[in-house]
């Protein structure tokens, strides 16, 4: 069942460029909440070592498959932390990344954050992605 979501913008503040201000999820909506995913194929494996934008793909790819595995689509995402080790990676790569986004997700863009962060846990990894969702 697709939710329809309420999304925030705080009269006269600019319109924001692929995230929301605030996502209202509807009274009764199942949460999923999805730890912070990396790289990792199956066999948890990292995928594109050196390679942010091939990370964030899998890490997003991922986020999704956990989303999917719960019974929702890309369209329930109500927010999403993206954790990066190099803010200067993700805003170099960031028409790539935006090409990714509507490829896996379309054109729905939850609450987001974006926190450039000193290391992850595993050693190689450039990017992890955190998320909640609401199913209906």
């Given at each position: 069942e697709t939710l329809t979501?309420?999304?925030?913008?705080?009269?006269?503040?600019?319109?924001?460029?692929?995230y929301s201000n605030g996502v209202v999820v509807p009274a009764g909506a199942k949460l999923v909440f999805v730890a912070g995913q990396i790289a990792w194929d199956a066999d948890q494996v990292l995928v594109g070592k050196g390679d942010f934008?091939?990370?964030f793909r899998q890490a997003l790819s991922n986020v999704l498959a956990v989303v999917e595995a719960a019974?929702?689509?890309?369209?329930?995402?109500a927010s999403l932390t993206v954790f990066v080790k190099d803010k200067r990676a993700y805003l170099a790569d960031a028409k790539t990344l935006g090409t990714i986004w509507r490829e896996l997700v379309g054109r729905h863009y939850p609450a987001m954050a974006?926190?450039?962060v000193a290391d992850l846990l595993e050693k190689d990894?450039?990017?992890?992605i955190q998320a909640i969702a609401?199913?209906?």
């Open positions: 979501f309420e999304f925030i913008q705080p009269e006269g503040w600019e319109t924001p460029s692929g934008a091939a990370q019974g929702g689509e890309p369209a329930h995402l974006l926190v450039e990894a450039l990017v992890e609401a199913l209906g």
